[in-house]
């Protein structure tokens, strides 16, 4: 079983919809949970951080960890032609410095 | 805002030669990364450096590889003698306890 499970997508949406991002995981020593955007031929840029089950909001995003069913979820608000990129899941276990990353799913948030 | 800085943005190479990609972490943080993608792929994790050593590796990260902090701002990444295969971009990225913050890139072509 992969540590990591995210759908590669393409994941395609019209403008203004509300879009969900999920990613699944085995590993029950992870204690860290992030989200990154990557657009094409860019470094990954953190959209969020999160240490604990529930939901953390910033602006659009909102982060989603159940830690009970290893499941965590971006969810993308009044989505935009400019959210359009490759988002990534990360993990990381508490002590270790090692970040696991999600093979990304890439959305096309379409005008 | 502070950010991670790479150079150089793009290096092409001929097979068998050495190349050095360069990294200025942010500047409080301890913890320095290497990240690989080779396009169209998965985030791989190289290695991570704290306290001046190698504190975590990958299978990848072989004896072609070296990583060094030779002075208080540069963390650099060496590979040896360089294969098609390498052919990737590759990502630092720094952090201080908590969130990891990515550069833009080095991109990597081995002819």
């Known amino acids: 079983q992969k540590e990591v499970e995210q759908d590669p997508g393409p994941l395609s949406v019209p403008e203004g919809a509300i879009v969900s991002l999920n990613c699944t995981y085995s590993n029950s020593a992870f204690q860290y949970f992030m989200w990154y955007r990557q657009y094409s031929r860019k470094g990954p840029e953190l959209l969020m951080y999160t240490y604990s089950s529930g939901n953390k909001e910033d602006g659009r995003f909102t982060a989603q960890v159940d830690k009970s069913s290893k499941y965590i979820s971006l969810f993308i608000r009044d989505s935009q032609p400019s959210d359009s990129a490759t988002y990534l899941c990360?993990?990381?276990?508490?002590?270790?410095?090692?970040?696991?990353f999600g093979s990304g799913t890439k959305l096309n948030v379409k005008p | 805002e502070p950010e991670v800085t790479q150079t150089p943005s793009h290096q092409v190479t001929q097979m068998g030669q050495e190349v050095i990609l360069r990294c200025v972490p942010i500047?409080?943080?301890?913890?320095f990364y290497w990240y690989r993608q080779i396009l169209g792929q998965k985030v791989e994790f190289l290695v991570s450096f704290y306290n001046n050593e190698i504190s975590e590796k990958s299978e990848i990260f072989d004896d072609q590889f070296s990583v060094e902090r030779p002075d208080g701002s540069n963390f650099t990444l060496k590979i040896r003698s360089t294969k098609l295969e390498d052919s990737a971009m590759y990502f630092c990225a720094s952090r201080d306890t908590g969130e990891l913050f990515f550069g833009e890139g080095s991109r990597l072509t081995v002819l």
């Open positions: 500047s409080n943080h301890l913890y």
């Open positions: 990360a993990f990381r276990k508490y002590n270790f410095n090692k970040f696991y």
